[in-house]
């Protein structure tokens, strides 16, 4: 299994987004976590397109796209021609959730599904072959420096289990309170890849952090 890092710059600072940027360059982070949040399906407003695209200019690394935003499909190709490499939708955001995925892969770009921590992961049984990842959320979507679900840890389980009974590969990413206290424990039980903001950017030192999460 892998053991990726993707820093959220949800809790970068805003006004030296450049020097954050050069900073996840320089880590040894894998990719970089960018949540886009409209106000109505999550109560915050984030950013969008063109901060996306200002990111990728700078950005050596995937660019790991987090839709917490209604009608999500209306945005996949926006997204894509920003520069994102995988976009990640909600399943209580969407109707369709076969069908945004093809769209996804029509696009050439990776495809996952993000569940809410009340969703249980049965939902994606008949999904999951499709799927290059899914995130589980371990805190209720919409702000950085919550504290993290314990419950998560048995979705991971249950998770992994139908992907074994599946014969399936998609990545298993988790999103939220995500520390260097849980990482181990997460990465043990089965995640792929782990998404941390303030954890990363309000240490002292980020890019140690980022080496401390993986280890
Ligand atoms: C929350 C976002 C997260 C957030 C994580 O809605 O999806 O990616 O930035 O922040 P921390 O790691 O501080 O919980
Ligand atoms: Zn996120």
Redo the contacts with the bound molecule.
């Keep these: 299994m892998a053991r990726l890092i993707a820093p959220?710059l949800?809790?970068s600072d805003f006004l030296h987004l450049s020097d954050d940027v050069k900073m996840v360059n320089e880590s040894s982070a894998d990719w970089f976590?960018l949540?886009v949040?409209d106000g109505r399906f999550?109560p915050?407003i984030s950013f969008g397109i063109p901060v996306i695209q200002a990111i990728h200019r700078e950005a050596e690394k995937p660019l790991d796209v987090?839709l917490?935003i209604v009608e999500p499909e209306h945005y996949f190709e926006a997204f894509k021609n920003a520069g994102a490499d995988i976009i990640t939708f909600h399943y209580e955001a969407s109707t369709h959730i076969h069908r945004a995925v093809q769209m996804l892969k029509s696009l050439d770009v990776k495809a996952g599904v993000v569940l809410n921590p009340h969703t249980p992961v049965s939902v994606l049984e008949d999904i999951i072959g499709d799927l290059d990842l899914v995130l589980l959320?371990?805190?209720?979507?919409?702000?950085?420096?919550?504290k993290?679900i314990e419950r998560t840890y048995r979705k991971i389980e249950k998770l992994r289990e139908m992907i074994e009974r599946e014969n399936v590969s998609p990545l298993v990413e988790v999103?939220?309170?995500?520390?260097i206290e849980n990482a181990h424990k997460l990465f043990d039980i089965g995640a792929d890849v782990l998404?941390?903001?303030?954890?990363?950017f309000?240490a002292q030192d980020p890019k140690a952090t980022i080496e401390l999460l993986k280890k």
């Design positions: 959220s949800l809790s976590h949540d949040m999550v915050n987090h917490m959320m371990s805190v209720n979507p919409g702000f950085g420096g919550q993290f999103d939220g309170g995500v520390n998404v941390a903001g303030n954890a990363v309000k």
